[in-house]
C-alpha cells in the first residue's frame, strides 16, 4: 500500500500573466514541484470546475503510475532518470540527452513509458532518416534512448527492454576525417590576415591570439572557452619550477570525464608566457561580442566566428559530393593541423597522450599514416642524419643505395619484356636505346 507521503497531491493554480489554469504537484521522490499547462482559460465557475476535474484525472494517472506499475507516466520518468541518473553525467552529455528526449516527445508523444514499443522505435528511425540524419547520428540518438530504459528495468520502472531497430552498417573512416582536414601553414596565415574583416579592428588582436592558441595547443573548443589562469575547477596551466610546463584538466573540462595532466607543446607554452604574470587572471582567451563589446561568447558563437573567418580567407576543407555545399575552416580544423604537424614528431602513444586521445585507434586512424610523403620525408630525414653523423667509411650515401638498387635489379631487367626497360629511381617505363 502506498504511504501518504508517497500519494500525489495535484492543484489547480493560476497566474496573473497566464490565460490558462495550471495544474502543479510535488513529485514525492524528486522532491521538486512540476507543471501541466491545461487548454482552460481562467474565470468563470464552470472553467474552474472543468480545471479540477482534469487535476482529478491527472492525479489519478500520477499516481497510478507509480514505481513498478506498468502505468508510468512518460513525464513521471524522464523526471526521475534526469533527477537520479543524468544529472551525475557530463554537461555536454546532459544537453545532448536532453535533446534526444526532446526529439523522442515531438515524434513520439508517448503517454506512458511503455508506449515506447519496437513499432514506435522503428517508426522513429524512419522520421529521422527522413530528416535526413546520418546514420552515425541515428546510431547516437538511440543509443541514448536505450540507456534511458535500460536504466529503467534496472529500477523497476519497465517490465522489459523492447528490442531495437538493426542499423545500416556504418562505414568507418580509414583516413582523414570526413568532413575536414588540417589546414596549412599558409592557409592559417590568411585566416589571421581575415581576421579584421570579420571582427573589427578593436576585436581582433583578441581573435588572432585564440586562433593562434588553438593553432598552438591543439585544443578542442569547449577545451579552450575552459582555460582559465587561476580557477582549480577549470583548464589551466601549470608553469612549476624546474618542471616542464604541463595542462591541468579536470574530469568535468575533460572529454574522457578524468583528472588529468597533460604535456603542452613548446609552441603553445611560449605563447601563453607572453602574458606577464601580473595579468594571469582569470580567462586566457577573453572573446566577447564583435567589436570586444558585450557579454562573454557562448561556444556556439564561437564556432560560428571561427567559420567565417575561415570563408572569409577561402579555406575550403570540405565539399560534400553530392549537395556541393561547401564547409570551410573550423576550429577543429586548427585542431587537425597541430595533430598532424606533430604525428610525425612523436610516437603514437606519445601522439595520443598529446591530443588527449581516450582511445589509441584514434590516433590511429586519423594522424598516424594518413600522409605517405610526409612519413617518408621523416624517415629520409632522420636517415640522412644518422648518416651524416656515421664516419665516412661507414656511411652509406644516397648514390651508393641507388647504385646497389640498380645492380641487385639488374638481372631483373634481362627478364622484362623487349624493348622495354625499368628505370628504378623514376619509378617509369622508358623504351630502349637502339644498339649502335
Known sequence: ???DHEHIHVVVSEYTDRSTYLLQWKDPITRRTRS???PIARGGRKNLAEAERLAAE??????????????????????????????????????????????????????????????????L??????????????????????????WAVEQKLLGRLPTFPKLQRVRKSSGQPMKGRPITEEEFERMLASVE????????PYWCRYLQGLWASGLRLEESLNLRWDDDGRIRP?????????????????????????PMAPEFAMLLQE??????????????GRGHTGSRLLSNQVSKTVSDIGQAAGVKVYTNPRTGKVKFASAHDLRRSFGARWATKLMPTQLMELMRHRNIDTTLRYYVGSNAQKTAQTIWAAFRQHA?????????????????????????????RPGRTRTYDQGIMSADRESS
Open 238 to 262: 601549470r608553469f612549476s619550477q624546474g618542471e616542464l610546463p604541463v595542462l591541468v584538466i579536470p574530469a568535468e573540462c575533460e572529454k574522457g570525464f578524468r583528472d588529468r595532466e597533460h
Open 388 to 416: 651524416a653523423n656515421t664516419p665516412a667509411g661507414e656511411a652509406v650515401g644516397d648514390q651508393k643505395i641507388n647504385k646497389s638498387i640498380n645492380k641487385n635489379r639488374s638481372s631483373v631487367q634481362t627478364n622484362s
Open 197 to 204: 574583416g570579420v571582427v573589427g579592428p578593436e576585436a581582433a
Open 36 to 38: 501541466k499547462s491545461t
Open 125 to 150: 528511425v524512419v522520421v529521422f532518416r527522413s530528416a535526413k540524419l546520418s546514420e552515425n547520428t541515428i546510431k547516437s540518438m538511440l543509443a541514448h534512448i536505450k540507456a534511458a530504459l535500460s
Open 1 to 3: 500500500m502506498k504511504r
Open 275 to 288: 602574458t606577464p604574470v601580473e595579468h594571469r587572471r582569470g580567462a586566457v582567451f577573453r572573446l566577447n
Open 58 to 123: 491527472w492525479q489519478a494517472e500520477l499516481n497510478a503510475g507509480s514505481v513498478g506499475s506498468e502505468k508510468m507516466s512518460w513525464e513521471r520518468f524522464r523526471d526521475l532518470y534526469e533527477h537520479q541518473k543524468v544529472s551525475g553525467l557530463a554537461t555536454q552529455t546532459q544537453h545532448k540527452i536532453e535533446m534526444v528526449m526532446n526529439r523522442v516527445e515531438r515524434e513520439i508523444n508517448p503517454r506512458y513509458l511503455r508506449d515506447l514499443t519496437e513499432t514506435r522505435l522503428s517508426h
